[in-house]
């Protein structure tokens, strides 16, 4: 046996499980790199591109667990995964943001019926102290008096529907979880 039958059999190998080797690094190990890279600028538009991406990633996990006996019958299936991840991945097709706003968005978005009101401080040291809610209220009384946050109160009690059990406020200094203007 030759220097060159064993380096043929491992380019063999190599060819037949392309899918099994060159999965794991399209759809881990260059978001995961590219994830980083996008928390680290200060541009918004690479961190929705890699979060959505997760979002999706996590979509397509869910659906593998959910229907596994089912995918092993599909010979192809590993293939049209990596063909799909390579279309969701790679910035120029933006595959990620297409299938986000064409068919995740429509349907979670805009089918939700209620609003969350989680607060989510709007700062940059949001680990530094811990806020909740009545944090977010004292420092609103503070900064606007206790009478412009009484006239918020009765606001929202008047707009409140009698089945609604959360009630909110806007204040354009805080974002909430829920509240799609950010």
Not at 33 to 60: G, N
Not at 126 to 147: C, H, S, W
Request: a negative charge.
């Amino acid at each position: 046996m030759g220097g060159g039958s064993g380096a043929e059999s491992f380019l063999k190998l190599l060819a037949q499980n392309i899918d099994v080797l060159s999965g794991p690094v399209v759809s881990l190990v260059y978001p995961l790199y590219a994830s980083i890279r996008a928390i680290e600028t200060k541009s918004s538009v690479d961190d929705q591109q890699w979060l959505t991406y997760w979002v999706l990633y996590s979509m397509i996990t869910l659906f593998e667990l959910t229907f596994a006996k089912l995918i092993e019958w599909l010979p192809f299936w590993s293939y049209a995964k990596l063909i799909f991840t390579c279309w969701l991945v790679i910035p120029y097709f933006s595959g990620a943001a297409y299938v986000y706003e064409h068919i995740v968005r429509p349907y979670i978005v805009t089918r939700q019926k209620s609003v969350n009101i989680w607060y989510v401080p709007n700062k940059k040291d949001v680990f530094r102290q811990p806020d909740d809610i009545l944090t977010a209220a004292e420092k609103y009384i503070e900064n606007n008096g206790t009478e412009a946050f009484e006239k918020i109160i009765h606001r929202t009690n008047k707009e409140a529907t009698p089945n609604s059990n959360f009630s909110t406020f806007y204040d354009d200094n805080y974002k909430y979880e829920g509240d799609h203007r950010y």
